[in-house]
């Protein structure tokens, strides 16, 4: 019974299938993408090529990256990235600048690629990861607040408004005339009006920072 027992609950072995076909679609994939692939993904498709050709076949989660790459390396998508490498101009470079700084500001989204496009002045993104990153209505917002400029000069006055909205330091000046003493030159935040300027409340030696939408026109 024990001889029987051993024999029935033994795995049965796996016998190796010659596969040529995956074999050769294996091989060409990865001659194509030599320029095209990351250093992981060429060291995969190292690894896939010995396993087709020692079994015949892939395991269901190889087949899913290996599907992925061949996606990528598709003459279609290689014309793309090449034609969106060829538009990369300076304009694309500064959007790409001012959403890193955007989400530096405002964390915890695209931080390590972030670092990477303000530390790496040659890096162009995938158009996929461009337009997720700068397209976007947050960022397309701050650069709206950008671009309308202040609406307080240095030097000149502004009253903290006496609302129940103003919070921060200003909360207890509200009411009060201030002097703007500085003023954020770029406004990272998607946040109409958040723009921070540091004032001087009058009467008071101690500056203080608020927001723009905290201040109103003196009258």
Known sequence: MGHYSRNYYRKPRV???DNPEL??????????GT?????????????????????????????EVYQRIEKKLDPVALAARKGWQESWNADKRESLLFAARYYKANPPYFGDVAT????????????????KMVENRYVQRALQNTQTGPLYD???????????????SARM?????VIVLEVEEKAMSAVKGARIYKVLPVGSVTPIETQERFLKKKR
């Open 116 to 131: 990477r496009i303000l530390d790496d002045f040659g890096y162009v993104p995938s158009e996929k990861l461009y337009r």
């Open 15 to 17: 016998q190796k299938q």
């Open 154 to 168: 240095v030097g000149s006055m502004a009253t903290i408004r006496n609302s129940d909205s103003v919070g921060g």
């Open 35 to 63: 320029s095209s692939l990351t250093d992981w993904e060429r060291s995969f498709m190292g690894s896939l090529l010995d396993s087709a050709k020692k079994w015949g076949r892939l395991t269901a989660k190889q087949h």
């Open 23 to 32: 074999v050769a679609r294996i091989e060409k994939t990865a001659a194509r």
């Open 173 to 177: 000046y509200r009411g009060k005339d």
